[in-house]
């Protein structure tokens, strides 16, 4: 942790975007959350690099806290900031929530949060700002106005932005995670900077072909890591079995294992089974060892339709062996029918370390908090993997940059 380049992170979560500066070397000034668990889970990491809160500045506070500006000034001690990375809650912009909310979301105040962030940047000045955010930005309106568009716009006024949205559109697929899942990563420069910001994109090498991906965009990439790539090591598990901490010594079988665990690392954390009822255990078995979908399984085994009225076609998805996962949700806390384990003899749904996992973030990464918050905290995150690859590429930058 010798490195110059430095960062805040906003709506820092459990850290996913943040793990993946710390591989990178770049030194955390302060992480800003106002999740109690997110924030012990920050400084449970924090102590495995070596970091304490006194030289790093966790700070459980609401960002929309009048006195935010000068809790992180504070907090990070006349330091200068190289990076500010962030990513205002998610849901209001997602096409899912949309659909929920007879509004279309205009009255929920996480929209508002952006113009948080905007405040911050303004005043902290970095060389290098990231937004992280839901592809729904692209389509959602606010007053009649696109929302991205309006982002662009504002921070555009100091920052140097692309232009092309769909360029700023990343899959963690491509970046070697075992999972679909596309973000939109807004990344500007500072006006003043003679640097040009589409060199940035250019560098965020993607790594990975994705499953669906024409023959001529395999060329020099690497397969897709696929859900037996990441979860088929663990100790099979029923329903209701499993402890928060295991002995776990099996030996590294694949490139992304050795990636995300160290062969030292004896313990093994969170492999823990939710219980599910008969009727469900049923259905996961069905469509697990059939491959079916929700629909095919109704058609085939109507004695295993579901009695409650409002159960949707994807209320119950299989994950497959051999291809990445569906994007992991901030709600699978509540909505883990959705992550069917592939193995059918196991008829049941994912565990928080098999989550992690699907996110990229290492075995000795630990989760604070009951596992409803440990899910939330995963499915809100930038995975880990995916973090590194942009942190590469900011590093490159801010080395050009300084050297001038």
């Known amino acids: 942790?010798?490195?110059?380049?430095?960062?805040?992170?906003?709506?820092?979560?459990?850290?996913?975007?943040?793990?993946?500066?710390?591989?990178?070397?770049?030194?955390?000034?302060?992480?800003?959350?106002?999740?109690?668990?997110s924030c012990k889970t920050l400084t449970i990491r924090l102590k495995h690099y070596g970091l304490n809160e006194r030289k790093v500045n966790i700070l459980k506070s609401d960002i929309k806290d009048k006195n935010i500006i000068k809790k992180i000034k504070k907090g990070i001690n006349g330091r200068s900031v190289d990076v500010i990375l962030g990513g205002p809650p998610c849901q209001s912009f997602s096409s899912l929530g949309r659909a929920k909310d007879d509004n279309a979301m205009k009255n929920d105040p996480r929209n508002y949060l952006f113009e948080n962030y905007e405040k911050i940047?303004?005043?902290?000045?970095?060389?290098?700002?990231?937004?992280e955010n839901v592809t729904g930005l692209t389509t959602a309106k606010f007053n009649n106005k696109k929302v991205i568009d309006v982002i662009k716009m504002r921070l555009g006024k100091n920052y140097n932005i692309i232009n092309d949205t769909y360029k700023m559109i990343l899959n963690s697929c491509e970046y070697g995670v075992p999972q679909i899942r596309k973000r939109i990563f807004l990344i500007g420069i500072r006006k003043d900077i003679n640097y040009d910001i589409k060199k940035i994109f250019s560098d965020i090498k993607k790594t990975h072909y994705t499953p669906d991906c024409k023959n001529n965009e395999k060329i020099k990439k690497k397969k897709f890591v696929t859900v037996r790539d990441a979860i088929s090591d663990l100790p099979p598990l029923k329903p209701g079995q499993g402890r928060p901490i295991i002995k776990y010594n099996k030996k590294l079988k694949n490139k992304y294992i050795k990636k995300i665990r160290k062969q030292k690392n004896l313990k093994l954390f969170d492999h823990v089974v939710r219980n599910h009822n008969l009727?469900?255990?049923?259905?996961?078995?069905?469509?697990?060892?059939?491959?079916?979908?929700?629909?095919?399984?109704?058609?085939?085994?109507?004695?295993?339709?579901?009695?409650?009225?409002?159960?949707?076609?994807?209320?119950?998805?299989?994950?497959?062996?051999?291809?990445?996962?569906?994007?992991?949700?901030?709600?699978?806390?509540?909505?883990?029918?959705?992550?069917?384990h592939p193995d059918y003899k196991q008829e049941r749904t994912l565990t928080v370390r098999e989550a992690a996992r699907l996110q990229s973030f290492p075995d000795d990464f630990i989760f604070f908090g009951p596992r409803t918050e440990q899910f939330k905290q995963i499915g809100n995150a930038v995975p880990p993997l995916m973090a590194e690859q942009i942190a590469i590429s900011l590093k490159k930058a801010l080395k050009e940059i300084k050297d001038v």
């Not at 955390?28 to 959350?33: F, K, R």
């Not at 940047?121 to 937004?131: C, D, T």
């Open 1 to 37: 942790m010798n490195s110059k380049h430095t960062f805040i992170d906003l709506f820092a979560g459990c850290g996913g975007l943040s793990e993946g500066f710390y591989k990178q070397g770049f030194l955390p000034l302060s992480h800003v959350d106002h999740d109690h668990f």
């Open 121 to 131: 940047l303004n005043h902290f000045n970095p060389f290098i700002f990231l937004f």
């Open 279 to 340: 009727a469900d255990r049923k259905r996961f078995k069905e469509m697990s060892k059939n491959k079916w979908t929700f629909e095919e399984l109704l058609k085939k085994k109507p004695q295993l339709r579901h009695k409650k009225q409002r159960v949707f076609k994807n209320s119950y998805v299989v994950q497959f062996w051999d291809k990445p996962a569906r994007t992991i949700i901030s709600h699978l806390y509540k909505d883990g029918n959705q992550f069917i």
